[in-house]
């Protein structure tokens, strides 16, 4: 995460990571639609991933600025119980692309 952040001000480190976090998502899709199987939805394959990511880095920067422990931990465990076939967003919007 820190890296992503240094990138953001640092062209040179940019261009040095953007290939490795291109391959580093190609892979982890993979990976994940090879776990998850039949539970990943033609219309949305990447859907799952991406919210799972997302929801990740979320608690990880909510820790690094100090938020509560405790409702991280309430949003961890509510992460776990939403259904593994969420629906596609209502707003037209896409998730992000691993290619």
Known sequence: MELWVAARTD???????????KALARR???L???MLGDQVTP???DLPLWLTV??????A???MLGGDPVRR??????GR???????APSSGAAAPSAS
């Open 61 to 63: 920067l909510d820790a």
């Open 28 to 30: 982890t899709s993979e």
């Open 43 to 45: 219309d949305q394959p």
């Open 11 to 21: 062209p040179e480190l940019r261009d040095a990571m953007h290939p490795i976090d």
């Open 54 to 59: 997302n929801l990740i880095r979320g608690l």
């Open 73 to 78: 931990d309430q949003l961890l465990q509510e």
């Open 81 to 87: 119980r939403s259904p593994s076939r969420p629906t």
């Open 32 to 34: 994940f639609r090879e």
